[in-house]
């Protein structure tokens, strides 16, 4: 019974969180290089989440949020690379990247190259570090 009632709240609720374990969870950050033998000297977080959000804005997430249920699937591609790398995960977040970015129209164009890591935050202390977990290869981007 608990699990049918699960599936179905998921299914109701597509952004509510259902967990099977709470452990920290990958951030992917990205850079864009202008050649393959470039080193990245700046790093971005690939959607961020928002600082504050409306409460009007919390209430319409909870309902329709599929922005939020795709980052969660990224999120799943990150911690799956974490325990055991594949090719197909490396594959879905670099596709999703380069199609943000072209999507964005940035000055990011067909012969620029495109890096991840997945970074760990954790605190020590009273100050907040980061731990690389993952460093992609560098890919061509193709302009999807």
Same mark, same amino acid.
């Given at each position: ?9 998921? #299914?109701? @609720?597509?952004?509510?969180? @259902?967990?099977? +374990?709470? #452990? ?5 950050? @990205?850079? +864009?290089?202008?050649?393959? !033998?470039?080193?990245?000297? %700046? ?8 600082? /504050? ?11 329709? !949020?599929? /922005?939020?249920?795709? !980052? ?7 911690? &799956? ?8 995960? $490396?594959?879905? $977040? ?10 964005? %129209? !940035?000055?990011? +164009? ?5 890096? *991840?890591?997945? +970074?760990?935050?954790? &605190? ?7 731990? $690389?977990? *993952? ?8 302009? #999807?």
């Amino acid at each position: 019974m608990y699990k049918t009632l699960k599936l179905i709240l998921s #299914a109701l @609720f597509p952004s509510w969180r @259902f967990f099977d +374990v709470i #452990a920290p969870s990958p951030r992917i950050e @990205f850079t +864009v290089l202008k050649t393959a !033998n470039s080193s990245p000297d %700046h790093w971005q977080e690939f959607r961020p989440r928002p600082i /504050q959000l409306s409460f009007f804005e919390m209430l319409k997430r909870m309902f329709w !949020n599929p /922005q939020r249920n795709e !980052n969660l699937f990224l999120v799943s591609c990150a911690e &799956r690379i974490m325990s055991e790398p594949t090719d197909q995960s $490396i594959q879905e $977040i670099t596709r999703r990247i380069e199609t943000e970015l072209s999507a964005s %129209h !940035n000055e990011f +164009v067909e012969e620029s190259y495109l890096q *991840f890591r997945l +970074v760990f935050l954790y &605190r020590e202390d009273t100050q907040i570090k980061n731990q $690389i977990m *993952f460093l992609s290869s560098i890919s061509k981007m193709d302009g #999807a």
